[in-house]
């Protein structure tokens, strides 16, 4: 697997809040209530990377700043539970680069954003999601910190159910008796590590060590991944 393994922890109660006060944002935002900097004093976009490498391609920019422990984006896409997974393998063999579009967490749940468009669909109509940029994130090139670290959520019980439809992800299939939990939809979110100004944005995407990466990645912490993947 690829990016498809990037293992990621966290059920933490003020990260589901921080998750929610955005999508209550973005609702204002859709409404008219809000704009797109008011609360969160900064907008995201994508643009032509500052990787210097000809496969580089666009990157996702932050502009404004945010303090560390902001909750930058959400990764979008459908979300394939650990029974469904082996749907994902004809697909990511088919286009290698496919198979960056996925994240797996701890709970070996895999989110693939290959076919996210960036518009969701709401009773209010469908739009352009101003949040849900995950997929977009580059790998940082060789001696680069990543600005940016991931974190499991669980849109839970108490989730708003106003809320909900603002989540971008949507099951693959909807969970069976096995994989039922109390949680309304399992996804990821990326938070700022570090005070964050005007800059692209960067994920350390902690490929497999044992197989073959792109020339543009090398591991941040390699030992790290090993640890990782051996878990």
């Known amino acids: ?11 933490s109660t003020a990260l589901l809040m921080k998750v929610i006060e955005m999508l209550q944002h973005v609702r204002e935002m859709q409404s008219g209530q809000a704009d797109e900097g008011t ?5 995201l976009h994508v643009r032509k990377s500052t990787i210097n490498h000809p496969d580089a391609g666009e990157g996702l920019f932050l ?14 896409g459908s979300v394939y539970l650990p029974p469904d997974v082996s749907h994902l393998g ?6 290698p ?16 954003a290959s076919s996210y468009d960036g518009m969701i669909s ?27 670290v991931p974190f499991s959520y669980e849109a839970a019980a108490r989730f708003p159910d106003h809320l909900l439809d603002l989540v971008p992800n949507k099951y693959f299939r909807p969970p069976g008796f096995l994989y039922s939990t109390p949680s309304k939809m399992r996804s990821l979110v990326f938070v700022a590590a570090r005070h964050v100004t005007n800059e692209e944005l960067f994920i350390d995407y902690r ?15 390699e ?3 090993r640890r990782l993947w051996t878990d």
């Open 1 to 11: 697997m690829n990016r498809c393994g990037h293992k990621v922890t966290c059920r």
């Open 39 to 43: 609360m969160w004093k900064f907008s």
């Open 63 to 76: 502009d404004g700043q945010a303090v560390p422990g902001t909750v930058i984006t959400l990764f979008p």
């Open 90 to 95: 004809d697909l990511s063999h088919s286009d």
């Open 97 to 112: 680069h496919i198979s960056l579009l996925m994240m797996s967490r701890l709970d070996r749940c895999v989110i693939s």
């Open 122 to 148: 709401t009773p209010h109509g469908s739009f352009h999601h101003p949040f849900a940029y995950g997929h977009r994130v580059n790998h940082p090139p060789a001696g680069v910190v990543p600005n940016l």
């Open 207 to 221: 490929l497999h060590p044992d197989v073959s990466h792109p020339d543009w990645y090398t591991p941040v912490n």
């Open 223 to 225: 030992e790290e991944n």
